[in-house]
């Protein structure tokens, strides 16, 4: 079994003033296993998301043709109940330590919607979450993550 715990991340406005409540943020290596290109990234954890959901922009970044021939779209219901068209791409999601050094769990190819809206990171329940026992500390402002994994 492996466990890690990680702290709540607090967020500083533009104007200088600091977020009073923390989010449980995870750090990331997202892959786009076709190219073989990645960038580490903050993502927050999702309870209430079915499936993560990446910004274009990222998919972009990591070599994926947003609207390519061939890329499956579909029209979701989004942040606040809006619709949004997403872009579906494949990757591999990679989970970084407390630290954001070393890869302590690593995904199969998954395929995650992409949004032009450009959206945070979201961390959702069926393409990532699902693999974990999360138990959020929201008085002490942590979150651990377990899980048996003999792969990883």
Known sequence: MKKFTFPFAVFQYPDGSVDPMGHP????N?????KNISEKIWGLVDTGADSS????TLAVNLGHNLKGNGVKSTTNIGIEQKEI???SHS?????L???HKDVIWKSENTTIDCSETNPP????????LKNFKLTIDYPN????????DDKN
């Open 25 to 28: 943020c995870l750090w990331l």
């Open 30 to 34: 997202v892959v786009n296993p076709e």
């Open 53 to 56: 959901l990446f910004p274009a």
């Open 85 to 87: 068209t997403v872009y």
């Open 91 to 95: 990757f591999t999601i990679e989970l």
């Open 97 to 99: 330590d407390p630290e």
């Open 121 to 128: 990171v979201l961390i959702g329940v069926n393409n990532f």
């Open 141 to 148: 402002q942590e979150f651990e993550l377990e899980w048996t």
